[in-house]
């Protein structure tokens, strides 16, 4: 008895400290954030292959950056179009989100924040006043799930949500490890 209560506290320590690397959507809406592993590299590299990372893959760097402390953090606000189709009478919407991440800093890895959604509205300007509404995934919008829990018919894609941020973090960090970003670019003038 005392081997299994060991080994099931073991096991369960061992879950309480893992570090989420994807993103998934759970009951609570889209997980808050991943840490990415980064062995080798600094903080202060961290933030600097990060800054360059945003130059390179953003058309307009200046606007997408919103804050920045050296070394320590930065928040960016970006936009894409088509990260998720929404149901429609007849087909379906190919939807853009508007998100905010900050991503913050440490010796050997950092953390990637999703810290708001907001997707495209598609009634605007002629039945809404915003161009944007915000995304929220979590079991108690009646918005977007059922009472079950379910995604409602026009939400059951949003699958394509962590998917779209996990791309995202996988391309900033291949431009840490190896400086390559994933837009291509043509060296060969």
């Not at 994807?22 to 809406?29: A, H, L």
Request: hydrophobic share 30%.
């Amino acid at each position: 008895m005392k081997k299994l209560l060991s080994i099931l506290s073991i096991i369960m320590c061992s879950l309480a400290f893992s570090q989420n690397t994807e993103f998934s959507i759970t009951d609570e809406g889209l997980s808050k954030y991943v840490i990415a592993e980064t062995k080798g590299h600094s903080k202060e590299e961290l933030y600097n292959k990060t800054i360059e990372w945003i130059n390179r893959s953003y058309k307009n760097p200046k606007e997408v950056i919103k804050s920045t402390i050296p070394n320590d953090y930065i928040r960016i606000e970006g936009y894409s179009d088509n990260v998720f189709k929404r149901q429609a009478i007849g087909g379906t919407i190919p939807t853009g989100l508007r998100y905010q991440i900050e991503i913050s800093f440490k010796d050997d890895k950092y953390k990637f924040e999703v810290i708001g959604i907001e997707m495209k509205n598609t009634l605007f300007p002629s039945y809404s006043s915003s161009p944007f509404t915000v995304l929220n995934l979590a079991k108690g919008n009646e918005y977007v799930r059922k009472k079950s829990g379910e995604f409602r018919n026009s939400y059951k894609n949003v699958g394509d949500i962590p998917l779209f941020f996990d791309r995202l973090n996988a391309q900033l960090k291949t431009y840490i490890e190896s400086g390559v970003s994933d837009n291509k670019s043509n060296n060969d003038w």
